[in-house]
């Protein structure tokens, strides 16, 4: 049984190969179209699974779509009747594209499709979006039984779902509806605060321990939205009050003139200063996420009656909200997937379609494409570069030479992650001791804002003794653990918090191995780990990406394969 899973159209388009209930390759189309975020019909990212698989599109028994148009398509004329005449520009938009190309989806993805192969004789099916993204959680988990809770801005109509799983078979029990979604409020502020929606609600997250939780100011704004945009009732559910905001008719989250009034402070434009009250507002409403995350996951406990938990959706995406939940102590156990979010629908719905479930899915995000030493060495040699050749030994005792030195590495190795994290495949490493190394990395590096703070990679045995764990751990950087010693500056956030990936050996033993080295030489057991990419570009794909963005930036070293260069 061979299954191609698919998302497209929205953001972050992406493809999966299952066989026989296995994982057998799956990428992001940005990471083959260099375009961040990309949307389009993911025929780059297919044409890798086919070809990593060894078959033609001929052997795909399944091509499944992450949602069900006609549903989403009811929604959107809904909309535009409720909301008109404001949605009129909207519905001129929107509703000819849905018409010519999305209603009829079937002919659409044979359309995309027949413009690489000549012929197209799968069946294709459509999975509920939510239950795509709770799939993905649950058959990555360990677990056989657990509650899932899908968090979203919006799938066809749902936006937060709790589903309970016992064997395998999935079963909705409660869902929360459309416009009332805790991921659309979040974008609203997201919006507000001058970041890019359905892009940039991580650098909330990140803003808001630079907030001040005892001022006047941030219990003023927390007052203001819970009196004014949203009210949350004790089971979680929310209702929002629609005449705050303009996502329902327009391309705009919210009115802006009616928050400016409300707040009592201008809505930030892209590039404009972050100032004392912007972070005071990201943290109001990152206390409020977390708020409700904590009350959903109550009733998901109260009405799935199990002990482990899945989280899934956009929204799980909120590593803080994530790491809060941990600290209730609410679920013996709490996974979240290496991609929780829209692109992870691939998996997720391919998942639901395969006949075959062999077990439990392989919990690993090295799915993507990898790349042999003669094509890694003419990269190299084309660009006129020097390089070494060394054993994996000699490798890591050379790269903790140059850690140790305060140098930035680029990590490149084998088959690419999936999802948006960098999970040691496709990262630049640095030392978390180095005060400096945070602002270095930031400016010289990456290009990006000062405040986003960096995840460390450390080694499981000693994870224990620097954080607070909570009984989970992670090796997807899907939680914030309050950090037990200080020392590891170039990690460690505002409030003591770190998104930490924990490493075993069975999961990365390359970089592995690296870490061990490198606490050989100096009693640290972790690295800083920031995704391999500088701001506005996806993560490197190829050995060709990797050498580009190394010549590019400040980083100081890069490491492809076996093969070390220097600048």
């Known amino acids: 049984m061979v299954v191609l899973g698919i998302t497209a159209y929205y953001h972050d388009s992406s493809a999966a190969l299952i066989v026989n209930g296995q994982i057998v390759a799956g990428a992001l189309e940005e990471r083959f179209s ?24 001929d052997d795909v028994d399944v ?17 535009s009747i409720v909301y008109a005449p404001k949605s009129y520009d909207r519905f001129l938009k929107s509703v000819p594209i849905w018409l010519k190309e999305r209603l009829n989806m079937r002919k659409t993805i044979k359309k995309e499709l027949k413009e690489v192969y000549s012929r197209v004789k799968a069946d294709i099916r459509f999975v509920d979006h939510h239950l795509a993204h709770a799939a993905n959680a ?12 899908v968090l979203d801005a919006v799938g066809e109509d749902s936006t ?37 929606v359905n892009s940039d609600e991580y650098k909330v997250m990140g803003l808001a321990p630079y907030g001040n939780k005892d001022s006047e100011e941030t219990k003023r704004f927390v007052s ?26 327009s391309d705009k989250m919210v009115n802006d003139k009616k928050w400016e009034r409300l707040f009592g402070i201008s809505k930030r434009n892209v590039g404009e200063e972050i100032t004392t009250s912007h972070k005071n507002l990201a943290l109001a409403i990152q206390s409020i996420t977390e708020e409700i995350f904590c009350k959903l996951a109550v009733t998901a406990k109260n009405v799935a009656g199990k002990t482990n938990l899945c989280i899934s959706g956009g929204c799980a995406l909120n590593c803080a909200a994530n790491g809060v939940l941990l600290k209730t102590h609410l679920f013996d156990n709490i996974y979240v997937p290496y991609a929780p979010d829209d692109s992870g629908c691939a998996i997720g719905a391919a998942l639901v379609c395969s006949l075959l479930m062999n077990g439990k899915i392989e919990d690993t995000s090295f799915i993507g494409p990898e790349y042999n030493d003669n094509r890694i060495v003419a990269a190299i040699e084309q660009n006129r570069l020097i390089y070494k050749h060394l054993k994996d030994a000699e490798l890591c005792d050379e790269v903790t030479e140059l850690l140790y030195e ?11 992650e999936f999802g948006p994290r960098a999970l040691g495949n496709r990262s630049i490493l640095a030392d978390p001791r180095n005060a400096e190394m945070k602002d270095k990395v930031n400016s010289k590096i990456k290009f990006r804002e000062e405040f986003r703070p960096f995840a460390p990679v450390i080694l499981d045995k000693y994870a224990d003794e620097i954080m607070e764990l909570h009984g989970t751990e992670s090796e997807h950087m899907m939680f914030t653990y309050t950090m037990k010693k200080k020392g590891f500056d170039a990690v460690i956030h505002e409030d003591m918090s770190a998104r930490a990936q924990i490493l075993h050996r069975e999961y990365n033993n390359k970089l592995y191995k690296l870490l061990e080295a490198f606490y050989e030489k100096t009693e640290c057991p972790m690295l800083l780990n920031t995704s391999f990419n500088v701001m506005g570009e996806p993560i490197v794909c190829t ?25």
Not at 162 to 191: C, E, H, M, R
Not at 545 to 552: E, F, H, Q, S, V
């Open 224 to 249: 203001i939205t819970k009196d004014n945009l949203v009210e949350i009732h004790e089971d979680g559910g929310i209702v929002l009050n629609t005449k705050y905001f303009s996502f329902m008719y």
């Open 406 to 416: 305060g140098k930035v590495v680029g990590w490149y190795q084998g088959r690419m």
């Open 138 to 149: 649950y058959f990555l988990s360990p677990y056989q039984d657990a509650a899932i809770l």
């Open 34 to 57: 260099r375009k961040k975020h990309d949307n389009r019909f993911p025929i780059l990212a297919i044409q890798f699974c086919m070809e990593y698989a060894g078959i033609s599109l």
């Open 160 to 196: 937060t779902s709790i589903y309970s799983v016992s064997n395998d078979k999935i079963t909705l029990i409660q869902q929360q509806i459309y416009p009332n979604s805790i991921g659309l409020l979040y974008s609203a502020f997201t919006y507000f605060l001058g970041f890019k």
């Open 63 to 79: 091509i499944t779509f992450y949602e069900k148009p006609f549903r989403k398509f009811e929604r959107i004329i809904k909309d």
């Open 543 to 567: 050995p060709e990406d990797a050498i580009r963005t190394y010549l590019n930036s400040g980083l100081d070293a890069l490491v492809i394969g076996n093969n070390l260069i220097k600048k």
